[in-house]
């Protein structure tokens, strides 16, 4: 009987760590504790890791541009107008971006974001502006449905 109870208990401790895992793997999809969508987008020379990105229409999404690279960078979307959401700044997040914009800009080393919802479906390019990386290929493909 002993030996029975101990197969029992060390098959709950592996189911719980089973599903613990399962949990955790499901949310690097994107759903953030708030019910919106989070995506990290990583910006290096010259590229954006991931260059697609799929969000959802009419619900909140937070992106998150993390600078992995050796010098600054930026992502800004091409003619997707949203509305901003929450505490962070929604100037736009550099120079030029125009109010409602999807754009950011990091140093090396640092991450910025901006939670925001768009109900325009469509697709959009973006890109980092800084001179001379988008003609290195830091560019991306945006999709909103």
């Not at 504790?33 to 990583?42: K, Q």
């Amino acid at each position: 009987m002993q030996g029975w109870k101990r197969a029992l208990v060390i098959g709950f401790i592996v189911l719980g760590s089973m599903l613990s895992f399962a949990v955790a793997a499901c949310g690097g999809g994107g759903n953030d504790d708030e019910g919106g969508t989070a995506i990290e987008v990583r910006g290096s020379e010259y590229k954006f890791s991931p260059n697609e990105i799929t969000i959802p229409a009419g619900q909140t999404v937070t992106l998150r541009l993390k600078n992995v690279g050796k010098t600054e960078h930026d992502l800004e979307v091409q003619g997707l107008r949203v509305e901003m959401m929450g505490e962070e700044d929604h100037s736009g997040g550099h120079e030029g971006a125009a109010p409602g914009a999807v754009g950011m800009h990091t140093e090396k080393g640092k991450s910025a974001s901006m939670t925001f919802m768009a109900e325009q479906k469509g697709t959009y390019e973006f890109w980092c502006t800084i001179s001379g990386h988008k003609e290195q290929g830091m560019v991306g493909k945006l999709t909103v449905n």
